[in-house]
């Protein structure tokens, strides 16, 4: 042990520090988590976790504390969006780990061991946990899609036909909260054709998804003055932007999938089609020579 050099020495202690605050955040994930399984499968990460940093311990003779920021920030996220989420994000950030094993083992062989289990046990076991959420990531992209197509563009068109933010957030409002409904019917219609006990829970995700989406894209309008629909304008189109990114980096996440792919396509298709609508407002608004 006192043939460890101070590089190396340096590693074990962020590793150290690394599994132990890791153990923890996957015990108090495992209290609020739903499921024996999902339960059971974070508690043994969290022992094995544990077991890795008395490993560590051996070697730096040093009684760590856990980061308490760390604890509070995966915990939170692990509640609001999910404890697979959470997870995947944590793990996420250590891509990098095999290749600091294999410098440890250069001086601790047995950091092979340890980085073997990282690589192949624990992420075994992270794809078997099974939360409930992720099964409605269908309907939830199906609602966030569709609210941000259709209410863009219908939003983009009431801005130059109304010139108005007042009259433009009422009629996004009534417009997309009728679409809420219609959307949740049809998912729940559709669910129930194929014979689905979940129905229910389907189109309520679908109906929350596209509601939430309605809401942050009708705010722009609520908030600045009624003649000025341009910034209320370019405002949204800036909300869209972050509802994609943030909805994208959610899925691709959970589900492993690449980032930047997803979010063009959506970018493309969500802003494309509020560009055109726009320019459908302004043309309809000249034709037909309403003025508000």
């Known amino acids: 042990m006192n043939n460890i050099s101070e590089k190396i020495l340096s590693t074990i202690k962020k590793m150290q520090l690394g599994e132990l605050t890791e153990s923890i955040i996957y015990a108090k994930i495992a209290k609020f988590a739903k499921g024996e399984d999902n339960k059971k499968t974070l508690l043994k990460l969290s022992a094995e976790e544990k077991a890795h940093a008395l490993i560590w311990e051996k070697y ?89 197509v259709e209410l863009a563009g219908s939003l983009a068109g009431f801005t130059f036909a109304l010139q108005n933010t007042r009259l433009i957030a009422l009629s996004g409002l009534i417009v997309g909260i009728s679409a809420t409904f219609s959307m949740a019917a049809s998912e729940f219609l559709s669910a129930r054709s194929e014979g689905r006990k979940d129905a229910f829970k389907s189109c309520a995700y679908t109906g929350v998804a596209y509601l939430v989406t309605v809401a942050l894209l009708v705010l722009p309008y609520l908030i600045f003055p009624i003649k000025a629909y341009l910034p209320a304008f370019f405002t949204m189109l800036g909300v869209i932007v972050l509802i994609i990114s943030g909805f994208t980096f959610y899925i691709s996440v959970v589900k492993e999938q690449k980032f930047f792919k997803h979010f063009i396509e959506m970018f493309l298709i969500s802003v494309g089609v509020a560009v055109v609508s726009f320019a459908v407002g302004l043309l309809a608004k000249k034709l037909i020579g309403v003025d508000i």
């Not at 250069?106 to 046990?121: D, L, M, T, V």
């Open 60 to 148: 730096t003779n040093i009684k760590m504390k856990p980061k308490k920021g760390k604890i509070f920030k995966y915990v939170f996220l692990a509640r609001i969006f999910g404890f697979t989420f959470a997870i995947k994000l944590m793990e996420k950030g250590e891509k990098n780990a095999q290749t600091v094993y294999e410098e440890i083992a250069k001086e601790i062989p047995e950091a092979i061991e340890i980085g073997k289990q990282e690589e192949e046990h624990e992420q075994a076991l992270i794809s078997i946990l099974d939360e409930e959420r992720l099964k409605y990531v269908g309907s939830m992209v199906l609602g966030l899609n569709d609210a941000l």
